[in-house]
């Protein structure tokens, strides 16, 4: 009974909380890596799934959302003046911009394409994009992206773009939604990043993000997590038991009780 009543004191019975919502944490956050590698496993499967089918030829009546890094080839003639560019790309160390440019399909829609980094110095203005341009019949091999409004761990995204405004030529991210607003064709969901040429060292130069396809440290991290929840609630009750009944505890209660 004396043990009983010790844990229920205040002391312990904060304590037991505490303890209590340390395994709560620690084992959502195992269940959070749990399923980080979930979903890096349902990529990894999507991507090797992609690289196994033929290209799509654009324009085509198949779900592009759903096809992210598919390859693709489309025909049509790029409409410069509906171009844009992306900030913050870097080649070689280099800071430039990604140009995005409609190419017009036999069809009188567009898909955007990413036509490869230029660099910053001297392409400031727009105007200075001319010297880039791909004028005639063009055709483009690249992969299937999908449109991104921000950055995976900011909030920093583009601001609102409504019919009317001035038109905006740089952006941050390729927000197709928010360029369809300035474009004067009917956008497709997805656009182009051509096929990068090791070769090719003149700009615009084609970019291919490099994939990793592992599955990361999610599993180990999870079992770190799983371990100190395990440590907490299994551990918490010895370590409980061997303060109420140690001596020191007891002449500090006989203490108290003398104040």
Not at 55 to 81: C, I, K, Q, W
Not at 93 to 104: C, I, R
């Amino acid at each position: 009974m004396k043990i009983f009543s010790k844990i229920l004191s205040i002391k312990w019975i904060l304590t037991t909380i505490v303890v209590l919502i340390g395994v709560a944490v620690c084992s959502r956050l195992g269940l959070w890596q749990l399923d980080r590698l979930d979903q890096r496993r349902a990529f990894n499967a999507h991507y090797l799934l992609m690289n196994t089918l033929d290209p799509v030829d654009l324009p085509s009546s198949v779900d592009l959302v759903n096809m992210e890094y598919r390859h693709v080839t489309a025909s049509g003639t790029f409409d410069f003046t509906q171009q844009i560019a992306i900030r913050n790309q870097y080649y070689q160390d280099q800071y430039g911009y990604h140009l995005l440019t409609p190419l017009v399909l036999n069809n009188g829609t567009a898909v955007l394409v990413d036509r490869g980094w230029i660099p910053a110095e001297g392409n400031e203005q727009p105007t200075a994009w001319s010297r880039y341009d791909e004028p005639g019949l063009v055709n483009v091999r690249g992969r299937l992206r999908l449109s991104r409004a921000k950055a995976d761990f900011t909030g920093k995204t583009d601001p609102e773009f409504e019919p009317g405004q001035v038109r905006m030529d740089v952006w941050n991210f390729p927000n197709i939604p928010r360029i369809q607003k300035q474009t004067k064709y009917e956008l497709l969901p997805v656009y182009i990043q051509a096929e990068f040429d090791p070769l090719d060292e003149t700009p615009p130069i084609p970019y291919q993000p490099e994939v990793d396809l592992t599955e990361g440290p999610h599993f180990g991290y999870a079992l770190q997590w799983f371990t100190f929840a395990g440590i907490l609630f299994f551990g918490y009750p010895f370590f409980l038991r061997k303060q109420l009944t140690s001596p020191r505890d007891d002449s500090m209660v006989q203490k108290d009780g003398t104040q």
